[in-house]
């Protein structure tokens, strides 16, 4: 592919995506495009964007915002023929963090990042098969990358000692 | 143990009448932090469960704690076998987020430097590969040759294994020290000798234990989520480094190799073909370094991150690795999400051939994907 026809692909696909979304996507300083849409409409969008080709569910990523009591959900999509990096971005309610899983879509390669996403997040997708924990092992607290789990506390007071003159460092 | 496996099975139903768990790793030499627990009936396997998590880090969190220069240190660790790849792609994160401009120069040392751990990274996978075949010579030349790789390594950024961020944000470290280029030169004429001697053990050992073994459709592929060798050994011609160019790449005249069986033998010809590949970037790529030299760094990123948000893919010896960084004008990222390959080679590419296959065929299989448990895990 030369590399006219590649930005011609690229154009084409834009164009494709503004109609079929209704609204243009933003197109960043780097050549990447990112689209908001509302958390109810999520799936649908999702599946024009499958429909428009693109193939690669690159990564799904969820950013944690406790004090607007929302998660971000972006999903970071590549068209191998068309050359585009779209991100879909979604923000849902942190308190009922449920949404409509993308397996039906990208098959495995967004299951796996939804069930790091429900272990790490708390995050459930709903039709996704398999949530079961990837990294942790006997735990029951809080799913860990929730910005209000202060980490070095959880590590301070699990392992190490106050009255210890040796740990005394980690709890000045 | 309490986590929750789908094939979870309890003592007494190992030695079940309906089949045998075997379980491949976690220390099994040349994993290492990783398994795989088999289920077999006869030879054959008939499930596979990947089992993750003991290199598990914590490394996104880690860095909603630090400064993009600490962060830069920090992403060395991101994969062992391939830290300077993983540098660039924080580095160039943090440098898309701040608008800074990098020095010409400083991106052509960026763009050799990724090259050359592309190639230490095939020369290991080469070596485990060989030795999980049980071809020990392949073993000890890989491993022996990838030394001069790190001599290189050490002269340039003071580490051999971990170069301690020195693909920075805003460029590089230091400069290249006096003599460098003559140096890199030296590397590349071993490693096409080191190349030769790899051809003309083809014919034997590998090809006969590769060939016709995890076989994976390109449609497969696909759904999996393979990228990066993996996925072009599947009949794909997709690189990061041509399909979105970053840093010099659009400047450099190279192919992509690509194969359409999509078995463990093709996956080890691609990466032999990529070194050959990488040899002719860094080639063009010092010749037109330019000659003005560098000035000494200044950490300048130990001020704020300006507000916004980046997704930046760089094409790495594994496949594709990308950082989603989202920024809210604080001295360090609000969040960092860490897009590896490995997640998907290691657990659903991998169940998915390791299924039907024959238990001798396992090690092929499972070196054949260049895998690395620290990218997986992170």
């Known amino acids: ?172 | 143990m309490s986590k929750a496996t789908g094939t979870e099975t309890t003592r007494e139903s190992q030695h079940a009448a309906d089949g045998f768990d075997l379980y491949f790793g976690p220390v099994h030499p040349g994993s290492g932090n990783f398994g795989v627990k088999l289920r077999l009936e006869g030879e054959r396997v008939i499930a596979a469960r990947a089992d993750p998590g003991y290199l598990h880090r914590g490394f996104e969190k880690l860095m909603e704690y630090r400064t993009p220069m600490q962060n830069a240190v920090l992403s060395d660790r991101l994969c062992i076998l391939e830290s300077l790849n993983w540098n660039l792609v924080h580095a160039e994160a943090v440098d898309r987020l701040c608008g800074m401009e990098i020095p010409e120069r400083a991106r052509y040392i960026r763009v050799i430097l990724a090259e050359l751990s592309r190639i230490q990274s095939h020369i290991i996978w080469y070596g485990v590969l060989s030795k999980a075949l049980g071809f020990d010579t392949g073993f000890k030349v890989a491993f022996g040759y990838r030394d001069y790789v790190l001599d290189l390594f050490e002269f340039v950024t003071g580490g051999r294994v971990y170069p301690a961020g020195y693909l920075c944000p805003g460029g590089v470290r230091r400069d290249f020290p006096q003599g460098a280029k003559k140096r890199i030169e030296d590397l590349l004429a071993k490693m096409v000798k080191m190349l030769r001697e790899f051809e003309a053990y083809d014919s034997k050992t590998i090809a006969a234990r590769c060939r016709g073994v995890g076989v994976l459709s390109l449609d497969e592929a696909l759904r999996l989520g393979a990228t990066g060798p993996v996925l072009r050994a599947s009949g794909l011609a997709a690189d990061v480094r041509r399909d979105a160019p970053y840093e010099i790449y659009d400047e450099l005249d190279f192919e992509i190799p690509t194969r359409e069986e999509g078995d463990a033998f093709a996956r080890s010809i691609i990466r032999r073909r990529e070194i050959e590949e990488s040899i002719r970037i860094v080639r063009q790529a010092l010749d037109r370094l330019p000659a003005e030299p560098l000035p000494p760094v200044k950490p300048k990123v130990a001020g704020r991150i300006p507000e916004g948000e980046v997704y930046v893919r760089n094409e790495i010896a594994r496949g594709e690795a990308a950082v989603y960084m989202r920024s809210v004008g604080e001295d360090r990222p609000y969040r960092c999400k860490i897009r590896g390959p490995d997640l998907l080679h290691m657990i659903p590419v991998l169940e998915h051939l390791l299924v039907g296959a024959e238990v001798a065929d396992v090690p092929a299989i499972y070196w054949s994907l260049n895998i690395c448990p620290a990218d997986m895990d992170r």
Not at chain 1, 37 to 66: E, N, Q
Not at chain 1, 86 to 99: F, M, N, P
Request: glycine share 8%.
């Open chain 1, 1 to 172: 592919m030369t590399a006219i026809e590649s930005e011609g692909r690229r154009a084409e696909l834009l164009k494709r995506i503004g109609s079929s979304f209704g609204t243009e996507p933003r197109i960043a300083e780097d050549g990447t495009a990112w689209i908001s849409v509302p958390a109810g409409d999520l799936g649908k969008y999702l599946a024009l964007a499958r429909d428009d080709g693109f193939d690669h569910c690159s990564a799904i990523s969820v950013t944690d915002w406790p004090e607007e009591e929302a998660f971000e959900l972006t999903y970071h999509l590549w068209s191998y023929a068309g050359r585009v990096l779209l991100t879909v971005k979604s923000r849902i309610d942190r308190r009922k963090a449920t949404v409509d899983s993308a397996v039906p879509l990208w098959g495995p390669s967004a299951g796996i990042h939804e069930r790091e996403l429900h272990e790490l997040f708390g995050v459930r997708f709903s039709g996704n098969p398999d949530l079961a924990p990837l990294f942790l092992e006997s735990w029951d607290g809080p799913p860990p990358f929730r910005k209000d789990f202060d980490w070095r506390a959880y590590v301070r007071e699990t392992f190490y000692e106050e009255d210890d003159p040796r740990e005394q460092s980690y709890w000045d």
